[in-house]
């Protein structure tokens, strides 16, 4: 594939735009540093718009009212992500409610504002929890592409529990993991060339090769920039000042850092609900089929009891916006 010069002049023409998604704790801060280095892209703070602004504009129907809309559209220009952007509200408010029909439209106008604001002809976010949303992206932006950063979730659980904001249990993160990944899966199945799978443990141990290839699916030159971007002033970013890791070099041993911090018996539990998809996305268990057994029996009836639940909301929801279109 050509890869041809992007550069443009900042009204020339709408930017190009990709979505970075994973797990939380799976590196999506650090690939987000690197890329929005490059002289031709911008990478947005987290938006978290398809789980706060979506999912709550669906509660009150299929559009929501003008006083809905418009109340979530406070929230979000009062969010730490949009004034990180530092685009203009006033501009922004009009181009997002230009279509009162599209839910996503609010992001697509911050995405494009942030673009024009940065200079760039590629503009991406970064936002893990979009994973879940993916196929509801693909139809809103249908010309963007989707970076699926995965990492092992032992290394994922080791993480959180070193986190100062986070209560979630290890058993939570694990079946977060294990969602989340099914769903980047489902993806990459579904959306044929607009998916690019990112190894967390590549990133960190060819840093260079990654960012080659991702820069190629982006259609941008390569920038050797994005490998210096821990040398970047980061006083003004609001997204994870609490984890000074994100700002240093690409360093592999944190990679296995996760064996000196995981004990036996969560790594047990950790294998039990995440193996299966452990061993397909190339990462080896540790524990045998005797020693995971116990935490079997006693963890996954009560996850399995929880996924039924989600899928029977998640089929009201359809059912319920079904019905709103057929009304």
Not at 122 to 134: D, F, M, R, Y
Not at 206 to 235: K, N, Q, W
Not at 252 to 272: F, H, V
């Amino acid at each position: 594939m050509a890869v041809k010069s992007l550069s443009r002049e900042p009204d020339e023409a709408q930017a190009s735009e990709f979505f970075i998604v994973g797990c939380p704790r799976s590196g999506t801060t650090l690939l987000r540093w690197m890329l929005d280095m490059h002289g031709d892209i911008a990478v947005t703070p987290e938006t978290h718009f398809g789980v706060n602004y979506v999912r709550n504009r669906d509660r009150f129907g299929l559009d929501g009212d003008a006083t809905t809309r418009n109340s979530l559209l406070d929230d979000f220009c009062a969010s730490d992500g949009f004034r990180e952007m530092a685009i203009d509200e006033g501009r922004f408010r009009v181009r997002a409610q230009s279509d009162a029909n599209d839910p996503w439209q609010p992001l697509r106008a911050a995405m494009q504002d942030f673009a024009r604001h940065r200079k760039v002809a590629i503009v991406g976010e970064k936002t893990p929890s979009h994973a879940l949303h993916i196929e509801a992206l693909s139809k809103a932006f249908p010309e963007a592409r989707f970076l699926l950063l995965r990492r092992d979730p032992r290394a994922v659980v080791a993480s959180w529990n070193r986190t100062k904001w986070s209560k979630r249990t290890s058993v939570e993160v694990s079946e977060k993991w294990r969602r989340y990944s099914q769903a980047m899966r489902h993806a990459y199945r579904v959306l044929p060339g607009r998916c690019l799978e990112i190894r967390y443990e590549e990133l960190i141990l060819y840093s260079t090769a990654v960012l080659e290839s991702v820069c190629t699916f982006l259609g941008a030159e390569f920038d050797s920039r994005m490998l210096f971007y821990h040398e970047r002033d980061t006083t003004s970013f609001a997204e994870d000042v609490d984890n000074e890791l994100t700002f240093e070099p690409p360093n592999p041993a944190r990679i296995d850092a996760w064996q000196a911090d995981i004990p036996a018996l969560l790594l047990r539990r950790i294998e039990a609900i995440c193996g299966r998809e452990m061993v397909e996305f190339g990462y080896q268990r540790v524990t045998s089929v005797r020693e995971r057994l116990p935490m079997s029996i006693t963890v996954l009836p009560v996850l399995w009891r929880k996924r039924v639940r989600r899928k029977l909301r998640g089929r009201r929801t359809e059912d319920k916006r079904a019905g709103s279109v057929l009304s």
